[in-house]
């Protein structure tokens, strides 16, 4: 579990070179008067489009506000998580996640409809369905991911009726 105040102002120049290299969309949302984080360049990705990454190590380093909305989990709850727990255990989900990752580091990869865990008030978790853009970003000399996500809906099974 980390802090936002170690989100620092070098990661949050990276991801947003990352963002306006890969074009991907992204909205500035409304920073508040008395805002997180001391630098403007934190608070300008953590009010923004929902948006996450992870490191080298697959640990998540930076959640914002938006993301906390999709998954249930406040920022500081989400930050040092191993970004694999994201991914529901079922269908293949977590060894085909390390594929799409993987070419994601040569360019941005489009996830249409995939499977994530979205944690609930009692600790259970639903599963939600997300589109998102996944991209590479390069921080102190090492590439690893961040996406840009969109909430979609809940999945539902597709379980066959036998009546």
């Known amino acids: 579990m980390g802090t936002i105040e170690k989100i620092t102002e070098e990661l949050a120049n990276d991801l947003h070179a990352a963002i306006v ?8 949302g409304d920073i508040p008067e008395n805002p997180a984080s001391k630098y403007a360049s934190v608070n300008a990705l953590l009010y923004g489009t929902p ?21 249930g989990k406040t920022i500081e709850q989400m930050l ?12 293949n989900i977590r060894p085909n996640r390390k594929t799409y990752l993987d070419q994601s580091l040569l360019g ?6 995939a499977r994530r ?14 589109d998102a853009e996944v991209f590479p970003y390069e ?4 590439v690893s991911n961040v996406a840009s996500i969109r909430f979609k809906g809940y ?9």
């Open 51 to 71: 948006l996450l990454s992870h490191d080298n190590n697959g640990i998540i380093n930076f959640f914002n506000y938006e993301a906390a909305k999709i998954f």
């Open 155 to 163: 999945y539902q099974s597709k379980v066959a009726n036998h009546s």
């Open 80 to 91: 040092g998580m191993p970004s694999v727990e994201l991914a529901p255990n079922v269908d």
């Open 21 to 28: 290299k890969h074009g991907v969309g992204f909205v500035n």
């Open 108 to 113: 941005c990869v489009t996830l249409q409809d």
């Open 117 to 130: 865990l979205q944690w609930q008030p009692d600790g259970s978790t639903r599963e939600i369905l997300i």
């Open 139 to 142: 921080h102190k000399g090492r």
